[in-house]
């Protein structure tokens, strides 16, 4: 089993919808998660962190179900502009991030 | 703040040549990271610096790349020599701390195509 593993898609959704990504990993000691947005050609840039007690910000929450070993990041109300990759990233007993390789959305009009 | 810097953006190289990434973390960021990150793929750690001492190389291919960070701020990746499965982008990040509770932030990336 991978480190860590994302479905990459792509989620072709219309705008206004609300839409689900998981991100699952195999070490039960991971302690840290964030979830990164990455536009095409761009570097990923941090979109938020992920806690024990899920975290919300605006349009975007994320959650962590330990027992099951995944993290989650639900888009409400999806804009044109949310198109992108969104890796997560963890620690999996190394000292920095491991990332996954991405899901990627796409927002149709 | 200013960012991450990175140069140059892009480089096309024969394989068998040699190249040399530059960059510059956030003033004050302790930690610094190069990732390679394949078309489709996540980023991959190379390297990860604390200071001007290595913290984790275990992913980095010694026959062929080398990294430092003399003085404990701006950092070089080296590929010599290249090979065709190298072309990828060469990002460099860096944190305030020991990177298992910061988020990093990114430069833009060296983009190498290896023909």
């Known amino acids: 089993r991978k480190e860590v593993e994302q479905d990459p898609g792509p989620f072709n959704v219309p705008e206004g919808a609300t839409v689900a990504f998981n991100c699952t990993y195999s070490?039960?000691?991971?302690?840290?998660f964030f979830w990164y947005r990455q536009d095409c050609r761009k570097e990923p840039k941090l979109l938020m962190s992920?806690?024990?007690s899920g975290n919300e910000d605006g349009r975007f929450t994320a959650q962590l179900n330990r027992a099951s070993q995944y993290i989650s990041l639900l888009i409400r109300d999806s804009k044109l502009s949310d198109s992108a990759t969104y890796l997560c990233?963890?620690?999996?007993?190394?000292?920095?991030?491991?990332f996954g390789s991405g899901t990627r959305l796409q927002v149709q009009p | 703040e200013a960012g991450v810097a990175q140069s140059p953006r892009y480089k096309i190289i024969e394989k068998r040549q040699s190249v040399a990434f530059w960059c510059n973390p956030i003033?004050?960021?302790?930690?610094l990271y190069w990732y390679q990150q394949i078309l489709g793929q996540g980023p991959k750690l190379l390297i990860q610096?604390?200071?001007?001492?290595?913290?984790?190389d275990s992913q980095l291919p010694k026959d062929r790349f080398s990294a430092e960070r003399l003085k404990g701020v701006d950092s070089t990746l080296k590929i010599q020599p290249a090979k065709l499965e190298d072309s990828a982008v060469y990002l460099c990040?860096?944190?305030?701390?020991?990177?298992?509770?910061?988020?990093?932030?990114f430069g833009s990336g060296t983009r190498l195509t290896v023909v």
């Open positions: 990233a963890l620690d999996t007993g190394r000292r920095a991030l491991t």
């Open positions: 610096f604390q200071n001007n001492g290595v913290v984790d």
């Open positions: 992920v806690y024990s």
């Open positions: 990040a860096s944190s305030p701390g020991q990177g298992r509770n910061y988020g990093y932030t």
């Open positions: 003033s004050g960021h302790a930690t």
């Open positions: 070490n039960s000691a991971s302690q840290s």
